[in-house]
């Protein structure tokens, strides 16, 4: 039986990406929620989407607070064939109530200093009350494990939870310069602060086999999967001597000539009834069928018996792994890390209603601690102490920003990930190849101006993933989205702006072929991923001097 223990992952990556790459959050601030595109922005949010772009803020100091709400459901369909219910569609729920994005810019002639605090991966809390899968699937191996050793069994239950929260902060300081009105530029520097938490359990798993042998209360109801096999433990390690005793037994009646006489009709050589009933239960104990029972006779029997002591403790031995494989599990457990990233921009005005901004950010290596806490196992995966990869892919972005009209702006960006440059399986040791191509997103929006102080915008993102089979499972998938946004500017005064966005995506489902083993068999299953997520937001510019 797969040990039970594994259930546990340490690979469930629990972030709030609603746009972004495979780990990284480019959803920063509430202007993007309403338009979808700001890699060419020349607004305070340019602190993280376009360092150089600050320089177009002109004199003064300025600041922007921004938040997010966010809520996803992701959804795994999985059609197992053991799984109670199968197909059996599990669901997540992940909500960040709050997802911050702080910025503040000092220009001072031709030079400026800005900075930034957000989330730059995770951000938010994922619970899947009814487990995954993952968790399920060796739970219902118990039923056919069971009926193969010729148990009587047909449910399985267990209480399951798990929550897995993640939050990246990048702390950001950009230093900029602007050599004209058409060329600046900007050099900085993010470090980012990383923590996975896991908190879960597994209790009370449970099955209903009937077989009073191991005890009259299993008769088919509802037990503690451990009790059970602590009780076929203590049982078939009791049954060497009684195997030993049954064939010496036996061997006054062989020496006696009827050694060829059927087992089954032992009361003609004067057999009691309960003697051979007793013998029948050994050789079923071992492991003999229905029909080679009532094909033994009484020198085959004594045969049998005499080399049933090996099997019957080989069989209490297994009992006893069961047993421990189905204790309660708890699960408390923290991976902490910190890495940077150099970034560096450039902003390009050829002419006055036209902008342009790019950026790259270097790869941050990431190398997390695991933190298994007192009282508490690693669920067989985590190890206290253990180092895991979770670097940053770095990014190649661009964006553009044009007015036609005064009061009307279209905008367009694009964001290219290094996927490949960057080791997935978090291991040091394996070399899973998880990416087939680099993740690219690319993003239109529009801004209309309906008076001096209220503007009105909308956005659409869209995100091409290129990972493969290998990185995709029922607690870290990627898929292909399509997101919408909207909102509303309103200028207060000279020295206020409130933004106000919200933003809905739609993600295109996936799905996984793989090989479940059941035993030593190889069972094919299909899992289909799905989610969908929404944003509201709210933020505050605020803006000193000239």
């Known amino acids: 039986m797969k040990k039970l223990l594994t259930i546990f992952a340490g690979t469930l990556i629990t972030g709030c990406v609603i ?3 495979l780990v990284t959050n480019t959803n920063q601030s509430v202007r993007y929620t309403r338009l ?24 003064g100091i300025f600041i922007s607070i921004n938040n997010q709400t966010i809520g996803q459901k992701p959804t795994v369909l999985n059609n197992y064939a053991n799984l109670t219910g199968s197909p059996k569609e599990y669901a997540g729920k992940v909500r960040a109530p709050i997802f911050p994005g702080i910025y503040a810019a000092v220009n001072l002639g031709n030079f400026s200093i800005s900075a930034g605090v957000n989330p730059v991966g995770g951000g938010g809390g994922a619970k899947y009350e009814d ?18 050793q010729n148990i009587p069994t047909t449910q399985y239950s267990a209480d399951v939870f798990f929550e897995g929260k993640s939050i990246y902060f990048g702390y950001q300081a950009n230093l900029g310069s602007k050599r004209n009105d058409m060329l600046s530029g900007a050099a900085g520097l993010r470090i980012v602060s990383a923590k996975n938490s896991y908190n879960g359990y597994l209790n009370d798993i449970m099955v209903n086999p009937n077989f009073p042998a191991f005890g009259a209360q299993y008769n088919g109801s509802m037990v503690l999967a451990k ?10 390690t009791g049954l060497p001597p009684q195997a030993t005793g049954a064939a010496t037994q036996l061997q006054p ?8 006489v059927l087992l089954a009709n032992g009361g003609t050589v004067g057999m009691s009834s309960a003697a051979i009933q007793g013998i029948q239960g050994l050789l079923s104990a071992k492991g003999l069928t229905t029909a080679q029972i009532g094909a033994a006779t009484i020198s085959t029997a004594q045969g049998e018996l005499n080399t049933a002591g090996p099997v019957y403790l080989a069989k209490a031995a297994a009992m006893t792994v069961y047993a421990n494989s189905t204790q309660n599990v708890a699960v408390d457990v923290e991976e902490t890390g910190m890495g940077y990233s150099p970034i560096l921009s450039a902003n390009f005005s050829p002419m006055e209603n036209l902008n342009i901004g790019i950026k790259y950010e270097f790869k941050t290596k990431l190398e997390l601690s ?15 102490g253990e180092k895991v990869i979770a670097d940053m892919p770095a990014m190649l972005a661009a964006g553009v920003e044009f007015r036609p009209i005064d009061r009307l702006m279209v905008t367009g960006s ?15 040791t394996e070399n899973i190849n998880m990416i087939d191509k680099n993740f690219t997103e690319v993003a239109l929006g529009a801004e209309l101006g309906l008076t001096n102080n209220v503007r009105v915008s909308a956005g659409w993102l869209g995100t091409f993933a290129g990972v493969n089979e290998e990185y995709q499972n029922d607690q870290r998938f990627d898929l292909n989205t399509n997101s919408f946004g909207g909102g509303i500017g309103c200028r207060i005064t000279p020295m206020i702006d409130i933004n106000l966005g919200g933003q809905y995506t739609f993600y295109k489902e996936g799905t996984r072929n793989f090989e479940h083993m059941l035993g030593t068999i190889p069972v094919p299953v299909r899992e289909t991923y799905n989610k969908n997520a929404w944003v509201v937001a709210v933020g505050v510019d605020l803006h000193f001097g000239k």
């Not at 399920?136 to 009926?147: G, I, N, W």
């Not at 009646?253 to 060829?260: L, P, T």
């Not at 695991?370 to 206290?384: A, H, L, M, Q, Y």
């Open 36 to 59: 979808q595109s700001r890699n060419g922005s020349t607004a305070i949010d340019a602190v993280y989407y376009n360092p150089a772009g600050v320089a177009k803020l002109g004199n």
């Open 370 to 384: 695991t933190k298994v806490f007192e009282n508490k196992t690693g669920g067989g995966v985590f190890t206290d």
């Open 19 to 21: 746009a972004g790459g």
């Open 253 to 260: 009646i062989i020496d006696a000539g009827y050694g060829g």
């Open 131 to 148: 487990g995954l899968p993952s968790f399920e699937m060796p739970l219902s191996d118990l039923v056919p494990l069971l009926q193969s």
């Open 414 to 428: 694009a964001n290219y990930y290094f996927d490949k440059d960057v080791d997935y399986d978090g291991s040091a």
């Open 227 to 236: 009790d059970f096999f602590t009780a076929g433990a203590t049982f078939f």
